[in-house]
């Protein structure tokens, strides 16, 4: 198996939860915020070390839930930081941004760090899609549209135009080309059935974010195993990645407290005032295609908050515990959703970072040994 070490980047210093959204950044200070980059750097740079394969970084906006508005920065910053670790943007919310740029930033990140690239390409959250004054409804077009534009930017040895639906170009030819041929390794997130299938379409690896029930999840993924052999791929367990909020103490009941408190501010104070805004367009426009979807992704959200630390375990929604429970806890994922990567985000809202490091190198000595021929 194969393990990803991801990180948020959260504020962690809010005494109250935001009322509204976007919510004010009165509270944010500089200075505690460079503090934060060089401590959440370094902690991603030290997964090398804690024996993980993938070091990853993803895109949010207008929140404290995540100081990263650009994952590229960052995956720069791991370049110079580390010398083997894959670097997984997951990923550029590629709805929402110029997709020949894109293809120009990863190509550079690809050829900066000697061809270490993942490839992550995401759709967002729904409420990103006011923050950047983008039209939810025309999401999974802009997604295809843009993707097909990288594809062809990554392996077209000669300029082209485009006059697309969204997107119109006179030439493209981008400098530098990534160093992976014949382009890095692509990963898109996909939370319902239909996304899967989406994905299925393209040349990519399929990433489950959240895990709310182990049977919910297995739908999902045969749905992107389908679709993959539909469109004249041999997809395998390679192309599953799961992801998992992940707490590894000394012993479970260190580390169920400390997760606890760590979602308690998560749920209760970073996620609480973009939730109306998501309610709202879900609501209001299709940004999730299917009827019904949306409430599934609000019901998923709410279920995920309302469960015990225990529930979250027995579900397969978290890892948590010490490390021959956590062996014991990827087991099962791995019998039950036949994925060969895990993503584990371990550090959770303000859970201390003394945490965060003590859990990789317990990861590193203790549950890696376990679980790596799986």
Request: include cysteine.
């Amino acid at each position: 198996m194969h393990f990803s070490f991801f990180h948020l980047m959260p504020w962690t210093e809010l005494d109250e939860a935001p009322t509204q959204w976007p919510a004010r950044n009165a509270p944010f200070r500089p200075e505690r915020g460079t503090e934060l980059y060089d401590t959440y750097l370094g902690t991603m740079a030290h997964a090398e070390a804690c024996g993980f394969d993938w070091v990853g970084a993803n895109e949010h906006h207008f929140s404290p839930y995540s100081l990263m508005a650009n994952c590229n920065l960052v995956g720069a910053a791991m370049t110079q930081r580390t010398k083997s670790i894959k670097l997984a943007m997951l990923g550029n919310l590629l709805p929402l941004l110029n997709p020949v740029r894109v293809a120009e930033e990863y190509a550079m990140l690809d050829v900066m760090s000697g061809g270490r690239l993942v490839a992550g390409f995401v759709r967002g959250i729904p409420h990103e899609y006011i923050a950047y004054n983008v039209a939810p409804d025309e999401s999974r077009g802009r997604m295809r549209e843009a993707l097909n534009i990288i594809l062809r930017a990554w392996t077209e040895p000669e300029p082209f135009g485009w006059e697309g639906e969204f997107y119109q170009y006179r030439a493209i030819s981008i400098w530098p080309k990534p160093r992976q041929t014949p382009h890095p390794r692509i990963l898109m997130s996909a939370s319902n059935l239909e996304s899967a299938q989406f994905v299925g379409e393209f040349p990519s690896m399929v990433g489950l974010t959240l895990v709310s029930d182990l049977d919910v999840a297995r739908s999902i993924i045969d749905g992107f195993l389908e679709s993959a052999r539909a469109h004249g791929r041999a997809p395998s367990p390679e192309d599953i990645l799961v992801g998992q909020q992940t707490c590894i103490a000394e012993t479970d009941e260190e580390a169920e407290d400390i997760m606890a408190k760590a979602l308690a501010y998560f749920h209760g104070v970073l996620m609480r005032p973009q939730q109306d805004a998501q309610r709202i367009v879900i609501q209001k426009t299709r940004f999730f295609g299917q009827e019904g979807a949306g409430d599934y992704f609000m019901k998923r959200l709410q279920t995920l908050k309302g469960r015990t630390i225990k529930e979250q375990i027995e579900a397969g929604s978290i890892l948590c515990g010490s490390p021959q429970s956590v062996v014991k806890q990827i087991k099962r994922l791995r019998q039950h959703l036949g994925a060969a990567h895990i993503n584990m985000n371990m550090k959770l809202g303000n859970m201390p970072d003394t945490a965060v490091i003590k859990g990789m190198e317990l990861f590193r000595d203790k549950v890696l040994p376990e679980v790596r021929a799986l």
